[in-house]
């Protein structure tokens, strides 16, 4: 005996064209673009989902961008035509909820790069671009740092002005490279800053601080001292030197 599918709440019926409508609020949107990809997608590979539609309504629940290329591709209204739909029952809010959920991005996933990458390097006859819709900043994004993207880079022909597109993304790349450079000096001055702190505060009773009045004053006195500019702490034994006239202030040492 068959066990039901116990989530499986919808049937597939063939209803006519006229007799289904979009719903008014539907909040997904679709640029020309995306429109144009999912076109081609259609007339490769045909409708392999079917539109979603609620009984209670007749308002399509899901599929509203796959509905208005098959009605330019079938000339709706001019002519009426039928399809196989998913027809689901349930009450408007519900509805309106399903509509929301199955357009919801963050509910389907993401790409895995590297399995992408041995699919490509496996079927090297598939065409990402002209077959798939993706493009080179797809390209760039997900097939960039992993072991493959060298070999799988090189299956990709770049248009031309899709090369524009890739040296803009190179750009952005060293732009970033270069972001990331600088805010790893400025967390090592920070963190050179912390240090001299946290050595001041721990040997608090033991270090004293000489302010000059300008930098120039200060070189003259290091100069003087035979101390290296750069250097943050001295050893007091310089200071006792200078006290006991072992360093010559007014002459050098």
């Known amino acids: ?5 116990k989530i499986e709440t919808f049937t597939i019926q063939e ?20 429109r144009r ?23 399509v629940v899901g599929g509203h961008q796959k509905l208005s290329i098959m009605d330019e591709l079938n000339k709706y209204p001019q002519n009426d035509y039928t399809l196989q739909v998913s027809m689901i029952a349930v009450d408007k809010e519900q509805e309106v ?14 790409w895995d790069n590297e399995l992408l990458q041995e699919i490509k390097l ?21 097939f960039a740092g992993s072991d493959l993207f060298e070999e799988a880079n090189t299956l990709f022909d770049p248009t031309e002005t899709q090369s524009d597109v890739v040296d803009m993304v190179e750009e952005a790349k060293k732009a970033d490279r270069l972001k990331e450079a600088r805010q790893a000096a400025r967390d090592m001055r920070k963190a050179e800053n912390r240090g001299e702190y946290d ?25 003087r001292a035979g101390i290296k500019t750069s250097e943050k702490f001295v050893k007091s034994a310089i200071l006792y030197d200078i006290a006991d006239g072992k360093i010559n202030m007014r002459g050098g040492v």
């Open 37 to 59: 990809k999912l076109k081609k997608g259609l007339k490769t590979f045909g409708l392999v989902q079917p539109i979603i539609v609620n009984k209670n309504t007749m308002n």
């Open 122 to 142: 496996s079927f090297p006859d598939i065409d990402f671009q002209k077959d798939l819709g993706f493009d080179m900043l797809d390209m760039q994004f997900i």
């Open 97 to 110: 909820k399903i509509n929301i959920f199955l357009n919801n991005p963050a509910a389907q996933g993401e």
């Open 199 to 223: 050595y001041q505060a721990k040997y608090d009773d033991y270090t004293l601080t000489l302010v000059f009045e300008n930098n120039s004053a200060k070189q003259d006195f290091c100069r």
């Open 15 to 34: 209803v006519l064209r006229s007799q289904i409508h979009e719903a008014e609020y539907n909040p997904r949107k679709i640029s020309e673009e995306a």
């Open 1 to 5: 005996m068959e066990n039901k599918n």
